[in-house]
């Protein structure tokens, strides 16, 4: 089972295409995998996607969360400060 084609792959793009073309010209055959080397090629650049969107993800995260604690940390000071 892989993602939809449908939606943009930018690193795999043609990887994609290349499946889709197999699947056209082959509408029958495909079925008795014809189009196996384009699917496992498609599968592995869709898992080196998936590594970099993680990465991105997690980084984007680790940013977001110091600014959040950053933010909490000065509030608590603020918070201390007014109660003295």
Known sequence: MHPPLFKPHP???ECVKTL???????????FFGVCNDAKAAMDKC????KVVRRDANLARARVEDARWRQKMAEDSIRDNASVK
């Open 46 to 49: 869709f898992k080196e996607e």
């Open 20 to 30: 889709v073309n197999c699947h056209n010209e082959n509408p029958y055959a495909k």
């Open 11 to 13: 690193l795999c793009g």
